[in-house]
């Protein structure tokens, strides 16, 4: 069959729109990410009216069950499910239109597997049976329940990621000797990652939670739970943040009216992504017993390394923006800002997520440097950091998606007034957060703790003085929750929208001439040599664990 | 792979800036003894953290002058001992564990800020040069009673 | 047709801008790492 005549109908088929029955799938995982981030946002609220000391909890609820809730349906369940939602749009778009019908079901088998964990769950932490926050560190036990909801969720999420990868798979068999588009590349990479990452979190709650705590061993290794944990928990922030950049990537610079600066460079960084940040769990745990201090350093400088694609990332988006505004004539050396659309929410969202990365990322890097991580550890800073990273620049970045991708699935328009409503609520949300996150860093630096309810530790005085600061939290995260209910009534007002055809924004590469290296998508090669740098970093530290294993704890109701 | 020349030279930069980091908080810590709390394996059973020496007499031990090793034992809610004493200018040794779950150990104004983990002994070492009061609080969430979970050392 | 080599291609348009941002960049990571350094080294 002629080639040319084959191109053409597939892209047809990319321009047309959304197949209901995919459009069914992704509307369906955005809407339950925007649920929980609601849920979730009710809990956030309470708990930084706590710690402001506006108000006292009711009876029948606990400030640690809130913070539980809060962390679980925004950092497991909004942000695993958005993802999904949108890497599966991205698959049906951009490789032949629509899902194959292996690749849909696994999708909704994922999903419903998830949707049930993320219910169990979710009753289990409103009834008290699981208040050990969304780290659920032993030896707290929860009830057994609450570890199975977990398991559910993340095989419901191995599901998922099965089924990118059959699409994945057809379409390079359908299109042999083709480099992936982009998107599905960048997608594939992020749930590759995924599966790799979330073994830790798997043999921890299957080997060791859910026996324990359903009583049949006695004991569990404490150290050994942990570090399964955070062998997940580091590029757990990874999954978030590489669809966060599929979108800078991929989609805004079609936003601008610009090209993709270097497909090459791109998928570089998401290859160095999936290499480096795996094994580096234990700058998450540098304040632990246990772990012989040249792990712990060595960890620190493979975390070092997945720095270098974020460095990559920030040239490229810089460099976008100026290749577009210089090509419209844009002079001097910031000139090309004027050129921005930053009157349209499909921009201006994941751009103020870009900024705010910066800030973001800067403390990363302070809180990973080893010795200096003891200024930081369990204060408030971390939770000022975090929030910053997941809770603007990925979050931001999300909201701006679901401003067009809600619209171009379910064939309706983002009108005019959809998109300035975008962009207020936006602002009210960045405005909200570096009020809150300000402070969040300057106390914790000062000392104080995060994961803690309002107390002043028998009025002491550096304890009395973090009060005002956190009144100051209360406050933004008050803004903040005027946000999510703003995004809230947007998204049921996109649902309402006129119909009408949205685009879908993928943008084409500014290259012409050169080819990106056929290496890149190797990825046998890549996973291997994930295997080989996990190996590395902890093979001798978690044998040591292992050989030196105490009698193990018993199980603790502390709450 | 075409990486232009700009961005040749920013990546050069901030891989230089990465390792003069690196090497900074490497030499601090394996040179100059400024490492994280820990350094390797010291088994307790969490069950019988009050019959295994030292934590079955809990407390100070003085060593030197002014040096000290603090044998301190975490649990819900509070330390063992609670309101320690020390001479202003001591360097003391802290040496913690838990007898129920992991807690936190924090000293507001200084670098102490680590783990007790529950099974494993963490140690970590301050020179306290000013007097005052100053407060050791739990900042790992360990329960109902976490937020009131706190002693305080009197340096004189 | 323009087959012009790749490095013309992109050397066509500066990248000045670009390159004074992550400047800036590399910049506020370094003032904040110091200052938490400064900090942790002050309480030592």
């Not at chain 1, 019908?101 to 169990?120: K, P, Q, S, Y």
């Not at chain 1, 032993?138 to 998922?160: H, N, R, T």
């Not at chain 1, 800030?359 to 204060?379: D, F, K, M, R, Y």
Request: charged residues 10%; hydrophobic residues 50%; proline residues 5%.
């Amino acid at each position: 069959m002629d080639h040319a005549l084959t191109a053409t109908k597939q892209e047809q088929a990319e321009a047309a729109a959304f197949d209901r029955r995919d459009a069914s799938l992704v509307l369906a995982h955005v809407l339950l990410a925007f649920g929980a981030l609601l849920l979730g946002g009710v809990a956030g609220l309470l708990q930084g009216l706590v710690r402001g000391g506006v108000i006292t909890l009711p009876g029948g609820i606990g400030y640690y069950q809130l913070l539980t809730a809060h962390g679980v349906l925004m950092a497991l369940i909004f942000t695993t499910f958005f993802i999904i939602g949108f890497l599966y749009s991205g698959m049906a778009k951009n490789m032949g239109g629509a899902l194959t019908d292996t690749a849909r079901r696994l999708g909704w088998i994922g999903f419903w597997l998830m949707a049930v964990g993320t219910a169990l769950g979710t009753v289990m932490i409103l009834t008290n049976q699981a208040t050990v926050l969304y780290t659920f560190y032993a030896p707290m036990k929860a009830s057994p329940l609450f570890y199975i909801a977990l398991a559910l969720v993340v095989v419901g999420s191995w599901m998922s990621g099965y089924g990118i990868f059959s699409h994945y798979r057809w379409w390079k068999k359908n299109n042999k000797g083709k480099m992936s588009p982009l998107f599905s590349f960048m997608a594939v990479a992020t749930m590759l990652l995924w599966q790799i990452c979330t073994i830790g979190v798997a043999v921890t709650v299957l080997v060791q939670f859910i026996p324990w705590s359903l009583g049949w061993t006695d004991k569990i290794h404490v150290m050994i739970s942990r570090t399964l944990f955070w062998y997940f928990g580091h590029p757990l922030v990874y999954f978030w943040l590489m669809p966060a950049y599929i979108c800078w990537y991929v989609v805004v610079p079609k936003v601008i009216g610009g090209k993709i600066f270097s497909d090459a460079l791109a998928r570089l960084a998401f290859v160095l992504f999936i290499l480096f940040s795996v094994p580096v769990g234990f700058h998450h745990q540098l304040t632990e017993p246990g772990i012989a201090p040249v792990w712990k350093y060595l960890q620190v400088i493979l975390t070092f390394m997945v720095i270098i694609p974020s460095l990559m990332t920030a040239f490229a988006m810089f460099a976008t923006f100026e290749l577009y505004g210089r090509s419209k004539g844009a002079k001097g050396l910031f000139g090309w800002l004027k050129f921005l659309p930053w009157k349209d929410v499909r921009f201006f969202a994941p751009f103020m997520g870009m900024l705010i990365f910066i800030p973001a990322g800067a403390g990363g890097i302070i809180n990973a440097s080893h010795q200096l991580n003891t200024v930081v550890h369990n204060t408030l800073w971390v939770t000022g950091h975090f929030h910053l990273t997941v809770a603007t620049t990925v979050a931001l970045t999300f909201f701006g998606t679901a401003y067009w991708l809600i619209p171009a699935v379910t064939g309706r328009t983002l009108t005019p007034k959809l998109n300035r409503l975008g962009i207020i609520q936006t602002i009210v949300w960045v405005v909200g957060m570096l009020i809150m996150s300000l402070s969040m860093h300057t106390v914790g630096l000062l000392g104080a703790p995060r994961r803690t309810a309002y107390t002043t530790y028998q009025d002491y005085p550096d304890a009395l003085g973090w009060i005002p600061y956190q009144v100051v939290m209360a406050v933004g995260g008050t803004v903040l929750f005027v946000s999510i209910i703003l995004l809230v009534i947007n998204i049921v007002l996109l649902l309402r929208a006129p119909k009408g055809y949205t685009e879908y924004p993928i943008a084409e590469t500014a290259e012409t001439a050169e080819r990106t290296p056929r290496i890149l998508e190797r990825w046998g090669l890549w996973a291997s040599l994930v295997v080989v740098l996990v190996l590395f970093a902890y093979t001798v530290p978690f044998a040591e664990m292992l050989q030196h294993a105490g009698p193990g704890s018993k199980p603790w109701v502390t709450w | 792979m075409h990486i232009h020349k700009l961005e040749k030279i920013w990546l050069v930069i901030g891989m230089a800036m990465l390792a003069v980091f690196l090497g900074i908080v490497g030499v601090s810590a394996f040179a100059q003894g400024m490492q994280p709390p820990g350094g390797g394996h010291h088994v307790i059973d969490p069950d019988k953290v009050y019959e295994t020496p030292p934590f079955d007499n809990p407390g100070l031990e003085q060593i030197g002058e002014k040096e000290y090793n603090a044998y301190m034992v975490a649990f819900v809610f509070g330390y063992n001992p609670a309101n320690l004493e020390i001479p202003v200018g001591s360097t003391v040794h802290f040496q913690l564990t838990s007898a129920d779950v992991v807690h936190g150990f924090q000293i507001p104004g200084t670098n102490v800020n680590m783990m007790a983990v529950p099974g494993e002994v963490n140690h970590f070492s301050h020179t306290f040069d000013k007097p005052g009061e100053y407060l050791i609080l739990c900042n790992e969430y360990c329960g109902a009673g976490h937020e009131y979970m706190a002693t305080r050392i009197m340096v004189k | 047709m323009d087959k012009r080599p790749k490095a013309q291609e992109h050397e066509r348009h500066s990248l000045k801008g670009a390159f004074v941002s992550v400047l800036l960049l590399g910049g506020f990571i370094a003032v904040s790492w110091f200052g938490v350094f400064l900090l942790f080294m002050s309480r030592g």
